[in-house]
T-cell receptor, first 108, second 113 residues
């Protein structure tokens, strides 16, 4: 069965720190990996990754995919309290499977 | 501990028929959220329910769509008189209400012919 595992499950840092969130997967017919930020209502789409080794960047957030080792990382540099949220990883194959999320808390 | 379960995983309906999507939350969770997946990879919030109560249905179309989460049994998202534009993946998530973490089910893919 398809599996998406995120680590750590929770993380507490201070403003200005850099964090790395991990997402590993085992799926058949991999198509893409997506990162979301979940705050209140619907998760906000961050990145979609389809190719290995190509970093995607948006401001202080960046992400990269390794299709050989079957994982992705989401980096956040110079964290701010507004980055506090649950970060979800989802993998699209024949279906779409979500990980359990990493709860990030950024303290002032 | 089984995760969030959704069924059916795939549902085909003809225009005008009814679609019923079911979501069984994780054990111990009494809060359920329904989302529709948008083509541009986003997720659109539809409705948030607790057992026997609709907490927030601001994302639900006013007509043809309804949701319930009875005291016993799964949450159901019901779409009456489906149209082709209803074709999408519908995801359910559950939480225990004390934390914001939502756990997502595998989704139901609805195809309206």
């Amino acid at each position: 069965e398809d599996k998406v595992v995120q680590s750590p499950l929770s993380l507490v840092v201070h403003e200005g720190d850099t964090v790395t969130l991990n997402c590993s997967y085992e799926v058949t017919n991999f198509r893409s990996l997506l990162w979301y930020k979940q705050e209140k209502k619907a998760p906000t789409f961050l990145f979609m990754l389809t190719s290995s080794g190509i970093e995607k960047k948006s401001g202080r957030l960046s992400s990269i995919l390794d299709k050989k080792e079957l994982f992705s990382i989401l980096n956040i540099t110079a964290t701010q309290t507004g980055d506090s949220a649950v970060y979800l990883c989802a993998v699209r194959s024949n279906d779409m499977r979500f990980g359990a999320g990493t709860r990030l808390t950024v303290k002032p | 501990n089984a995760g969030v379960m959704q069924n059916p995983r795939h549902l085909v309906r003809r225009r005008g028929q009814e679609a019923r999507l079911r979501c069984s939350p994780m054990k111990g969770h009494s809060h359920v959220y329904w989302y529709r997946q948008l083509p541009e990879e986003g997720l659109k919030f539809m409705v948030y329910l607790q057992k026997e109560n609709i907490i927030d249905e601001s994302g639900m179309p006013k007509e043809r769509f309804s949701a319930e989460f009875p005291k016993e049994g799964p949450s159901i998202l019901r779409i009456q008189q489906v149209v082709r534009g209803d074709s999408a993946a519908y995801f359910c998530a559950s939480s225990d209400g004390t934390k914001e973490t939502q756990y997502f089910g595998p989704g139901t893919r609805l195809l309206v012919l």
